[in-house]
Structure formats: structure tokens, C-alpha cells
């Protein structure tokens, strides 16, 4: 199942990679008036040294990564994103982590338009409760219901901060976050298996087992959703479990 994932843009000619964009020239300050409060002095021709406005390099960086999407992708695309403006018709639902070195469109070479995609924290989906956890719940339901979807994937990945969260969670005792403790459990079965099975392993290489688990109890939940077990039961849609390992550069793929 895992070569079905990957789809790639079609070849271009060699472009400067955006992720490193060429450095913005420093804002120039404004000439100084010295000479104007004190004309007996000789005027002072160079300006000083001012430091951008917080925030400027960032929006910078942002909105010259848009040119270079927009000229050397989007502009050159017209048979891809001409047909995106009206309508969209993706094969796959992508539930990805939100950690910044995993981006499921890049990895697996999805274009625009394949993948509907929702990041959270270890890519969990809690089981169906409709008064819980209602932005995953509708995310679902427009993608399987609304958009038809095809695949629902999940991924997990090495190294996720989600995890090894999770891993060290004691029994007692106070939250030390507002919110990611209680979102992590989501995954306490898998927590409890791997500690079971593989209680002698250390702690890091447990943890690599557990960003499986935690995949595999996500595609459990995902059956516990009305509208994901009846098109499953017509064979209109198929969950794939996914680890993508950024530490050695390999990607698994599974059937629950």
C-alpha cells in the first residue's frame, strides 16, 4: 500500500530550494538630523544602524516563499491548479503530526488536491464522541462523507515529542501542561501494551515501538466513526498506518 502514497510533481527545470531563501537586506535607518540641531557641526552623511521591526524578517521570509511558490510552481501549473479553483476531489485523508520536521505533502510527494490533511500533536485520533474532540470528529466527517475519500492514512514518525510525552506519563499527580497530557492519553492503550511486551527494551527504543501502537489505536478509533465503518463495510474506503523515520530516511506502511 505504501507506493500508492507517493505522487510527485511532474519534472521542472532546477530552482533555488525555498526553504533557503537569499537574505533580505537590512532596512536602512534615516539619515540623521544631528546637523540640524547643532549647524556649527559638519553633517553626518551616514545613516545609522536601525533594526527591523519585530516581526518583519519572519513576514519577509513568508511572503518570499510565496514568490517562489507562485512563480517557479503555481504559475507554471495552470493544467494542475486551474481545475482546484472549482472543485476539490481528494484520494486521501493524511493525519500527520504537527512537528515542523514532518510534512506529509513534501515526503510523500502529494500535490495539491490529493491529500486532506489534519496535523495534531502524534497524529491521534480519538475515538467518536460528538460532544468531544469535535474538530477531528468534523474533519473526518467531511472528508469520508463530503469528499469521498478513498484512503484514510495515519502517520507517525520517529522522534515525536507526543510520544515519549506519553511514555513517561505517571500515574499521578499534577498536569504539568494545560492541554497535552490529557490529549496524549488518547493513546494509553498502545502506552500499556509496549510497556507490557517490551518492558525491557530502553526507554528511546520503546518509544520507537510505541509510534507504531500509537498509529495502530488511532486506526482502531477510527472505526468507532458511523459513517467511517459504513463505507468500510462497503469497501469504499481503507485505512493505511504509516511510520516515516526522518533519522534514517525510510517510510513503512500498513494494513490494520
Known amino acids: 500500500m505504501g507506493g500508492c ?3 510527485c510533481f511532474p ?3 532546477p530552482r533555488e530550494n525555498p526553504m533557503h531563501p537569499a537574505a533580505e537586506p537590512l532596512i536602512q535607518g534615516i539619515t540623521s538630523t544631528d546637523h540640524l540641531l547643532h549647524p556649527s557641526s559638519e553633517p553626518n552623511h551616514t545613516p545609522p544602524h536601525h533594526q527591523p521591526p519585530p516581526g518583519k524578517d519572519a513576514v519577509v521570509r513568508l511572503k518570499t516563499g510565496f514568490e517562489r511558490f507562485k512563480t517557479n510552481i503555481f504559475d507554471k501549473n495552470p493544467k494542475l491548479f486551474e481545475p482546484l479553483k472549482k472543485d476539490q476531489s481528494p484520494k486521501y485523508m493524511v493525519f500527520a503530526c504537527a512537528d515542523s520536521r514532518v510534512c506529509p505533502t513534501l515526503t510523500l510527494g502529494l500535490k495539491p488536491g490529493e491529500a486532506f490533511t489534519v496535523r495534531n500533536v502524534a497524529a491521534m485520533i480519538p475515538a467518536y464522541q460528538k460532544t468531544r474532540h469535535c474538530s477531528i470528529g468534523s474533519a473526518i466527517e467531511f472528508a469520508v462523507v463530503v469528499l469521498k475519500v478513498e484512503y484514510i492514512v495515519v502517520i507517525g514518525h520517529s522522534r515525536c515529542a507526543g510520544i515519549r510525552e506519553l511514555l513517561s506519563l505517571k500515574d499521578e499527580g499534577p498536569n504539568a501542561y494545560h492541554f497535552i497530557e490529557d490529549w496524549v492519553k488518547i493513546g494509553m492503550n498502545a502506552k500499556k501494551k509496549v510497556q507490557t511486551e ?11 515501538v510505541l509510534e507504531k501502537e500509537a498509529v495502530n489505536v488511532s486506526l482502531g478509533n477510527l472505526n468507532s466513526y458511523p459513517f467511517v465503518k459504513d463505507r468500510m463495510s462497503k469497501g469504499t474506503l481503507h485505512l493505511i498506518g504509516a511510520r516515516y523515520d526522518f533519522v534514517h ?3 513503512e506502511t500498513w494494513e490494520p
Do not use: I
Not at 517490551?198 to 520507537?208: E, G, H, I, V, W
Open 5 to 7: 502514497c507517493c505522487c
Open 11 to 13: 519534472s521542472k527545470p
Open 198 to 208: 517490551n518492558r525491557l527494551l530502553p526507554f528511546d527504543d520503546q518509544c520507537t
Open 249 to 251: 530516511g525510510s517510510f
